[in-house]
């Protein structure tokens, strides 16, 4: 099955700073890569997402960047705010009918004004 | 659009009892609803996937007979924890995916819903 690595688990940051996580995924099937930003006792929000037929997706301060030969995604957070921090999850699908998600472990984002 | 919710938010119940848990979809239909469990400060373990009209699948490991799904509805599932325990303390997190969308796995997820067992 799929197996998806996330780095780093935290990550401090000075506001206005830049912020980048990273994901691995094994299955070169997976095509649909989410990031979600989960809040302290809050459900996961979808803040982007990228689909296998693009390399780069931007949205605002967000952006996301696929490697599909290297099997590795990124999220990158420009200008970060202290509403930035949460924690963040990728995740990797094949986007077939009835395939699930598979999470990374997560990174926990720290903003400091 | 894409709405989720959950309820109820928060439960505390005695182990032994039974807690049910609904997740609905708001604003647009969904045969496949998905539920996680989330132990803190970790990720979310897909424990089982609700399909509308038959029988859900769950993930190695889950107990079918203690954690009841049931999807009467393109719109409603219920995660019913049987015989709880201090152990099935968590977070539960159910996600919808719409069915005008199903070529991609996007995944629309609640609140959540924190249950403590005394």
């Known amino acids: 099955g799929e197996n998806v690595e996330q780095h780093p688990s935290t990550l401090s940051v000075q506001e206005g700073d830049s912020a980048v996580i990273k994901c691995t995924y094994s299955d070169s099937a997976s095509n649909y890569f989410p990031w979600y930003k989960q809040e302290l006792g809050k459900g996961p929000q979808l803040i982007i997402d990228?689909?296998?037929?693009?390399g780069e997706k931007k949205d605002q301060r967000i952006a996301v960047t696929l490697n599909k030969t290297a099997k590795h995604f990124s999220l990158h957070i420009t200008e970060t705010q202290p509403e930035d921090s949460a924690v963040y999850f990728c995740a990797a699908s094949k986007g077939n009918a009835g395939n699930m998600l598979t999470f990374g472990g997560g990174t926990r984002l720290m903003v400091k004004p | 659009g894409a709405v989720v919710s959950q309820h109820p938010s928060r439960v505390i119940c005695k182990s032994g009892t039974s807690v049910k848990i609904e997740c609905r979809s708001l604003d647009f239909q969904a045969t496949t609803m998905f539920w996680y469990r989330q132990f803190p400060k970790q990720s979310l373990m897909l424990m089982a996937t609700s399909n509308e009209g038959s029988k859900a699948t769950y993930e190695q490991g889950v107990e079918k007979d203690k954690f009841l799904i049931n999807h009467a509805s393109l719109t409603l599932s219920t995660l019913t924890v049987t015989s709880a325990h201090p152990e099935d303390s968590s977070f539960y997190i159910c996600s919808a995916r719409d069915s005008r969308t199903e070529t991609y796995n996007e995944q629309f997820f609640g609140p959540g819903t924190r249950l403590t067992v005394l």
């Open positions: 990228i689909r296998s037929n693009v």
